[in-house]
């Protein structure tokens, strides 16, 4: 009975998006520049969210201007968003992170910002 029940909560993630309508859609973050940077090794910019990792490749950074030319590199990833109904305006929140860390992808982390993807779509009405 207990190993069953612990089946069961582990699984109970998964089933928090029932009854409600999945909307696919492409994100592209596009980066210029990073400027006011601490530290004086390279720098790149990951987007996480869970175990999910997307980097852009370590830039230098410019110990006069303490800036970091990211030559408009993009990440592009799909993200699936939910409503509770179809006609429902709004989409449920789907907070991704983007970090500035240093050196590589698992470096330390210089500067971090979480932006909540439901908040930039909407679907058009014909």
Sequence with gaps: MKRSSSKLLSKAGSMRNINKVGYKFRFQIKFDSLDKVVTASDICITWERGGKVLSTRSYPVDP???????????????ITL?????????????????VAR?????????????????????????
């Design 64 to 78: 006069q201007s303490r800036a970091v030319n990211l030559n408009g590199e993009a990440l592009s990833q799909e």
């Design 82 to 98: 939910f409503k509770k109904k179809k006609d429902a305006s709004v989409f449920d929140d789907k907070v991704y992170k983007l």
């Design 102 to 126: 240093s050196g590589s992808e698992n470096g330390k982390v210089v500067g971090r910002i979480e932006l909540n993807f439901a908040e930039y779509v909407e679907i058009p009405s014909f």
